[in-house]
């Protein structure tokens, strides 16, 4: 994709997809799939062995009568990576934020769901399975993906996904409301797969079954020959059901073979004392500073992160790789000023610095920061590269205005990107004028070349910056820039203060 798209109206779905789409981290908006009376509906029919990187789908707005996704209907042998998709999808039967069945050693890498699902309430014969990111998965790897928003189903619903068969979930999490017959924080029903590094927050209502994080371990494959293994998760999610007898669990209302290891839930929280698996805590115990018997073995350096000041994630841990989502969309065109030296635009949010980003036209202009920008949560893109690759026969669109930091702060700039090279806050800064600027706790990796300012630095000024954090790079790493000197251009000045 080059550009964004917008249809502004009703969108057909397309058809099955083997080939590649690179979104380069643009958006399509507002798009109505609004089938009621069809079945099978999502922007794609089917993905099998697809690609499908770096797109933004906003405010999609899907509803069928049976099986409906935001992205595909159906997914098998393919690849999702480091795409978000917000709006609500909506079914009789079967919806799921992303898609209704993902199979076939598929991998869901980097995901963000804020979608709301749900399975309509009209008289419903067929069943009514709602899930965050996919309503059915089996022998498929979820990898640092998040769901957030309301997941309500008829018969069972899951943060992440209803039903779960030989799949695995690595460093993940669900914030939500769930509702259905069976739910819960992360999944309705698990079989033979595995949950690792993984946490549920939110609300589990069931009328037969409700959990924090699995509401039952055995409830769609008889075959009780296989293992769920469970490893260093937590639930701080209020949990329960309607009637008496019923089932309310901390982290695992039902299960039968069920390996569970370091894992917690806030008994406060949930309001319920037992599980079948893990360990009970107090919400002292697992808020910060962590108790001595909670999190015990956990991985708080590469993992996992403390919340020290509780701003993150209530004082819970939270994960380093998938921060807790805070994903800011575009707005207006800025917070003010008109660009010029005298009256520069403003940016006074992360949303206005990618604003900045996507407009091309004013990267002449002069610019000043005037409130710190916290990027916990967004996925960040380095400014100017991805033009690059769109029009390969046009001149690089060099970043060559002023940006004036005010000594604000870019606070928690993750660009986790090792299979694409130059990532940088900036992929080229010529005559460009950088003051005053802040880099805190940023996180740059990349495939090759990686800087917390610029990959390319030419004929340009940086004056009284400071960065922090860790940067890395398979063949280049810097901490302001990758390089002052391209091959066959002069040199940046670095007057000092840096």
Not at 33 to 50: Q, T
Request: overall charge negative; aromatic content about 8%.
């Amino acid at each position: 994709m080059g550009w964004d798209y917008d249809p502004d109206n009703e969108f057909h779905p397309l058809p099955s997809f083997t080939g590649s789409l690179n979104g380069n981290y643009f958006h399509l908006r507002n798009v109505n799939l609004n089938r009621p009376d069809m079945n099978d509906v999502a922007l794609f029919y089917s993905l099998k062995g697809a690609r499908i990187q770096n797109l933004f789908i906003d405010n999609i707005s899907v509803d069928a009568r049976t099986y409906a996704g935001a992205l595909a209907v159906y997914i098998s042998s393919s690849t999702v990576s480091r795409c978000l998709m917000s709006g609500s999808v909506q079914s009789l039967d079967c919806a799921g934020g992303m898609a209704t069945l993902i199979s076939g050693d598929s991998q869901i890498q980097s995901c963000i769901l804020q979608t709301n699902v749900r399975v309509r309430n009209e008289l419903n014969p067929v069943g009514g399975s709602a899930g965050g990111i996919t309503c059915f998965t089996q022998d498929t790897a979820f990898l640092k993906c998040s769901s957030a928003g309301t997941i309500v189903g008829k018969t069972e619903a899951g943060g992440l996904t209803a039903h779960s068969l030989a799949s695995s979930f690595s460093e993940c999490y669900a914030h939500v409301t769930v509702q259905a017959s069976v739910a819960g924080g992360l999944a309705a029903s698990v079989k033979d797969g595995s949950f690792t590094d993984c946490y549920a927050r939110g609300i589990a209502s069931g009328k037969t079954y409700a959990a924090g994080l699995i509401a039952k371990t055995d409830g769609m494959v008889l075959n009780n020959t296989d293992n769920a293994e469970i490893n260093r998760c937590f639930a701080a999610v209020r949990t329960r059901v309607d009637g008496e007898g019923e089932i309310a669990a901390g982290l695992i209302a039902s299960s039968t073979n069920t390996n569970v290891t370091a894992s917690y839930w806030d008994s406060e929280r949930s309001g319920n004392n037992s599980s079948v698996g893990g360990e009970r805590r107090t919400t002292a115990d697992m808020s910060f500073p962590y108790a001595a018997n909670s999190f015990v073995g956990w991985d708080f350096n590469a993992v996992w992160a403390s919340d020290p000041d509780y701003s993150k994630n209530s004082g819970y841990p939270w994960l380093r790789n998938l921060p807790p989502t805070t994903v800011i969309l575009l707005g207006d065109k800025y917070s003010g000023g008109e660009g010029t030296a005298a009256k520069p635009y403003q940016i006074a949010s992360v949303a206005d610095w990618q604003q900045l980003c996507r407009s091309q036209e004013d990267w002449t202009k002069h610019f000043e920061i005037i409130r710190d920008l916290d990027f916990t949560g967004v996925i960040a893109v380095p400014l100017g590269r991805n033009y690059n690759r769109i029009h390969p026969d046009h001149p690089v669109p060099f970043f060559q205005g002023t940006l004036e930091g005010n000594h604000k702060r870019l606070i928690n700039l993750s660009m986790p990107q090792a299979e694409e090279e130059d990532v940088a806050l900036f992929y080229h800064l010529k005559n460009a004028v950088i003051r005053n600027l802040n880099i805190e706790q940023v996180h740059i990796v990349s495939g090759e070349r990686a800087a917390a300012l610029a990959v390319y630095l030419e004929d340009s000024t940086v004056i009284n910056c400071f960065v922090s954090g860790t940067i890395s790079g398979d063949a280049y790493a810097g901490g302001d820039r990758r390089q002052n000197n391209v091959p066959g251009q002069p040199g940046a000045e670095m007057p000092g203060g840096c």
